[in-house]
């Protein structure tokens, strides 16, 4: 095989593993996390040891917390993760889920996930839902019950509540970990310099202070 062959198939195999693949594949059936050795208290489950087989139970693999909503938030939203933390046997299966509930007219904000795909289900309502794309495009329709909508990894998107009752969402996400940043708390509640938001936005000082005091997150507050 010539070199330049090589090469090229080496770059093919990497581009492959990183445009298709959010999480490594599991090596073995699964692995429920041993948290005794988590003395951390880390997120990344995937990093301990896995329990001796003997040990593990179908309990493992089940989870009952999402029978019923959460707490809502002050915009009208419930959410439910449903990840190795409260279900030990998604750990190295490279999906997670959650459970969302929005009240009528609330939403959830505009956010992307940087580590995975999401896909949707309406279990009940009617919901605005959609995403921009990196042409800024907005691809949005209103979703009803027993249709599915697809996030497509790393791209905005965002949900509404446009019924007379609340609606209920499943969402799937082919990560154990697919992470969250949610648009206006990335731009208002991370510290970024007041006055490149001013330029950036248009506002006054007194403006930003307004949007830094909606958006910064409650446990940093003074």
Known sequence: MSPKLTVLLVIFSLLSHTTFESDPDPVQDFCIPNTKFNTIRTTRYDNLPCKNSTEVSPDDFIFSGIKSPGNFSDTGLSTIPVNPTNLPGLNTLGMSFVRADLKVGWFNAPHFHPRATEIVYVVQGR????????????????????????????????????????????????SQNPGMQKIPSVIFGSGINDELLEKAFGLSPKQIGMMRRRFIPKRVRS
Do not use: C, W
Request: glycine share 10%; net charge positive.
């Open 127 to 174: 919901v605005y839902s959609g995403f921009v794309d990196s042409t800024n495009r907005v691809f949005a329709k209103v979703t009803e019950q027993g249709e599915v909508m697809v996030f497509p990894r790393g791209l905005v998107h965002f949900q509404m509540n446009v019924g007379k009752s609340t609606a209920t969402i499943f969402g799937s996400f082919n």
